[in-house]
T-cell receptor, first 115, second 112 residues
Framework: GDSVTQTEGPVTVSESESLIINCTYSATSIAYPNLFWYVRYPGEGLQLLLKVITAGQKGSSRGFEATYNKETTSFHLQKASVQESDSAVYYCALVSDTNAYKVIFGKGTHLHVLP | DAGVTQTPRHEVAEKGQTIILKCEPVSGHNDLFWYRQTKIQGLELLSYFRSKSLMEDGGAFKDRFKAEMLNSSFSTLKIQPTEPKDSAVYLC??????????FGSGTRLTVL
């Protein structure tokens, strides 16, 4: 079945450093999947960070970027300069038509940004 | 607009009890999901409704976990009987037509 694998945490970086959280997926669909990053900040609920539904396209939000690469089946999350407020748990997810459009999540990556 | 509402926020149960968690999705959303969140396993899908039809009944969870969608604005997740390993945060989410999930704040379940 479809699956998502992402960087195991926790990941610790210092403020102003660059960040990459890896996400690779496995999906059988030709037309899909659609790819998402969700984030859970401390004390808040899980929420959408960004999404991309077209291969080759890039999504961005809050300084984060992710490019949908169908050749490498990847959707890595990157940021050039992290801030302490980026400390959170990040989840990569996919939706595909071959599994009734259910949402498959990776296990999450806990990011700690040191001041 | 009201978001996804989950009640209760916290639940403490004795082993063997039956508990029912409640969820009100965002008005107008047709899809609803129940997940269990743990540090080790991340987000595990328990149930998935598409336009009130049950699409996923949770596989390994189906023997003690039962979700129902009584109408488009209310869903329940029953765990019967509870076991200590069920201690986790249970999340409900509804999805809009752009495939974005909106999550509730979750119910933290502790089974003694």
């Amino acid at each position: 079945g479809d699956s998502v694998t992402q960087t195991e945490g926790p990941v610790t970086v210092s403020e102003s450093e660059s960040l990459i959280i890896n996400c690779t997926y496995s999906a059988t669909s030709i037309a899909y999947p659609n790819l998402f990053w969700y984030v859970r900040y401390p004390g808040e609920g899980l929420q959408l960070l960004l999404k991309v539904i077209t291969a080759g396209q890039k999504g961005s939000s809050r300084g984060f970027e992710a490019t949908y690469n169908k050749e490498t089946t990847s959707f890595h999350l990157q940021k050039a300069s992290v801030q302490e407020s980026d400390s959170a748990v990040y989840y990569c997810a996919l939706v595909s038509d071959t599994n009734a459009y259910k949402v498959i999540f990776g296990k999450g990556t806990h990011l700690h940004v040191l001041p | 607009d009201a978001g996804v509402t989950q009640t209760p926020r916290h639940e403490v149960a004795e082993k063997g009890q039956t508990i029912i968690l409640k969820c009100e999705p965002v008005s107008g959303h047709n899809d609803l999901f129940w997940y269990r969140q743990t540090k080790i396993q991340g987000l595990e899908l328990l149930s998935y409704f598409r336009s009130k039809s049950l699409m996923e009944d949770g596989g390994a969870f189906k023997d003690r976990f039962k979700a129902e969608m009584l109408n488009s604005s209310f869903s329940t997740l029953k765990i019967q009987p509870t076991e200590p390993k069920d201690s986790a945060v249970y999340l409900c989410a509804s999805r809009d037509s752009a495939e974005t999930l909106y999550f509730g704040s979750g119910t933290r379940l502790t089974v003694l």
